[in-house]
């Protein structure tokens, strides 16, 4: 019986999230650019940026940054349309329920993040998007979110 209610009472903080979650639909189409940068578009975006950037190595990210508004608040997609990080889809995620903010780089997330944040090459940057994307399908198909229905 105390499991039931254990149980009934994590479903119950979740879908108390959920309601609060205001950026679903920016995570999905997050989701679909992961998956569909090719390295083409990421060996452009490098061209780009080296002819912008003094010094790359300052702006490990700026590639992923320009590509997907990766790792800045100011050009996250996510961010925007949350405006805090508690009303974040990764918020929801049950392993940072307690992470007040930033968890799409903390807990579980924080592999991905970091794969992004130090891809050295345009083909590590690909893996690293593609494993991104997983990560987050996961966190949707864990908290029982189908992709289809956003």
Known sequence: MAAFFLQ???NTKAYMKMKNIKNLKEFKKLILKYENITEEDIKKA???VEQNVKNKDQHPN???RKLTGFGYGETCS????A???K???YAIDEMNMN???CGCMKGLNKTTFSKITYANTSMELLKAFRLRAERMRKILKDNKID???I
């Open 8 to 10: 009934l009472n994590v």
């Open 46 to 48: 490098t061209l780009e």
């Open 62 to 64: 700026m590639v992923a």
């Open 78 to 81: 996510l961010c925007q349309k």
């Open 83 to 85: 405006k805090d990080c």
């Open 87 to 89: 009303y974040c889809v």
């Open 99 to 101: 992470i007040v903010d």
């Open 147 to 149: 992709f289809d229905k």
